[in-house]
């Protein structure tokens, strides 16, 4: 048998003041999720996917969703109309109009 580890009497005294024995909840919480930051964007299979708007405001697309970044105010807006991976972009030549188009049996515009 494999001796203790000295460590592990020194653990097992640390739960969480609100631990518990019984079984976890299973219901669902009473709160949601929001979306505030991404991370990165779609380079690679990808061209021309970061472009800007007649405001100035950075776009590209990440996965499913299309950003919008004010670098004024540092805050990103979102795009959250796909069901798939957004594959492309085209911004209109006065930069007030964009479209970004998905993957998938029958792609959406």
């Not at 991404?38 to 800007?52: L, M, S, T």
């Not at 004024?72 to 007030?96: C, N, T, W, Y």
Request: charge should be negative; aromatic fraction near 10%; hydrophobic fraction near 35%.
């Amino acid at each position: 048998a494999m001796a203790e580890q000295p460590w592990t009497a020194s653990i097992s005294s640390l739960h969480p003041t609100e631990y518990s024995q019984g079984r976890p909840d299973p219901s669902i919480p009473d709160t949601c999720l929001d979306l505030e930051w991404i991370h990165g964007f779609r380079a690679e299979d990808c061209k021309g996917n970061v472009r800007y708007n007649f405001a100035g405001e950075m776009l590209w697309h990440a996965s499913r969703v299309a950003v919008v970044y004010n670098p004024l105010e540092h805050k990103q807006r979102f795009f959250l109309g796909h069901s798939f991976d957004i594959v492309s972009m085209a911004v209109h030549p006065d930069r007030r109009l964009v479209a970004t188009g998905e993957t998938g049996r029958e792609p959406q515009i």
